[in-house]
Every structure is written in structure tokens, then in C-alpha cells.
């Protein structure tokens, strides 16, 4: 897919709210054995730079996902097939890995307390012209992620540097966000106002072709139910239900 086309894709995401991608995904992967119906979204991921908590007005983010996944500080380093790909070959700092025009995906093991990304971190993702960051962690230097403008999404925020618990462990790998698996080049869609949700690359096309439709059907059981039709009857005119 070329550069342009995906771009042209995300800007007819931007019209529409995490809710409907979800509503989008939910019909989508009922069809799909084995695969949870969970829309997508990343639980707990709340907005924390250059603004804080959820806020009607702010520009949407979206972006595919470059994943880098931590692990405990004293854990060996994971074995990797292809290290130039999926690892963190020497003389290189994990942040440099970082891609232009994605939204860096941190994943954090559960229960640790320090942060997975501070200010110098997000200078230099801001520099690389990385698109946003959404941590399955923590996130600190809370003032200077603010001042370099990049959009920063975490489940919570920590006082301690990363090197207390945590080092990169790998990275273009599929991660678990609480039960929803992100995998490189997956389309993160961060809702200044709603959420989080991920849309798996594979489903990007069918979640655009529905979203107008599911949209249009709830305007109208909408319309209706304003008017003061009950709302099982809107519903099983419009939806179908």
C-alpha cells in the first residue's frame, strides 16, 4: 500500500469517533472465530501530553503502530530471529528506532512502577517526526513531554526512570494491551474525547466501507427515538435487530 493511499484512508478515519471504529470492529470480528469481540479499544489509555484527561476539540491521532516491547531490567535479552528488525543491536539507543509518521507503541510489564518514557525520550521522538506515543505503562517528566508538543497517551504516570525495572526487550512485535493484540502497522486511532482503539491492518478497508453504514443507521434510530419512538422499535427498523 503506498504511502499516499494509506494517508487518504486515515483522513476519512479522522470524520468519525473512536466509538464508531469500535462499533465497526465489534461486527466485524464476531464473524471471526476465536478473536474476541473487544472493538479494538485500549483500556485505561488517557491523554497526558500536550494536554491532560479527555477534551472535546483536540485533533485526532492517527497512525500505524511501530511496537517496542519492554522487559524486566535483570530478564536476559529475548532471542530474535531477525535482530535488525525485531531487536536492539549495539551502539544504538531504542529510541532511534522510532519511525517517522507512527505512533510508538510502549509496552510495559505489568506491575512495574517506573516510567517507559520521560522527556528526553519524547524530544527525541518528536524530532524523528514520530506522530504520537501510546504506552501500556507509565510516562514521567510530565512538563517536558507537554513542551515538546508530542502527543502522549498512557495508562498512568511514575516519578522514576526507566532503567529502575525496565530495558527494551524487542521491538515489531505483537504486543497485548489488556487482551488486544497491536501489531506493527496495525492503524492506532487516539480520540482526544472517547479513547484508544487499534484497527487491525487487515480490517482497515472493511472498517471504512462499514463505519458510513453503521453511522447512517444510528442517525436514524437516533431521529427517531427524539421523536419519542420506543427504542426497540427504531432499533428493529433501522439496525435490523
Known sequence: MS????????????QYSACDVSDALVKLQKSSPGRPARGGHLAD?????????????????IAPAVTFKFIPKDDPAPEVADPERNGFPPGKHWVDWAEPG???????????YCAVLGG??????????????????RVRDLAELH??????????TSTVGTNAEAKPGQRNVPVDIKGVTVSPGDIIFCDPLEGVVAIPKELLDDVLDLIPKLVAQDEKVKADVEKGVPVFEAMKKHRNV
Open 3 to 14: 504511502t499516499s493511499t494509506i494517508d487518504q484512508k486515515l483522513r476519512l478515519l479522522e
Open 102 to 112: 507512527t505512533i510508538s507503541v510502549l509496552d510495559q510489564p505489568e506491575g512495574q
Open 120 to 137: 528526553i525520550m519524547a524530544a527525541r521522538m518528536r524530532y524523528l517526526g514520530v506522530k504520537g506515543v501510546v504506552a501500556n505503562g
Open 45 to 61: 489509555i488517557n491523554p497526558i501530553s500536550p494536554y491532560i484527561g479527555r477534551q472535546a476539540g483536540q485533533p485526532k491521532i
Open 147 to 156: 513542551a515538546s508538543g508530542l502527543p502522549v497517551w498512557s495508562r498512568a
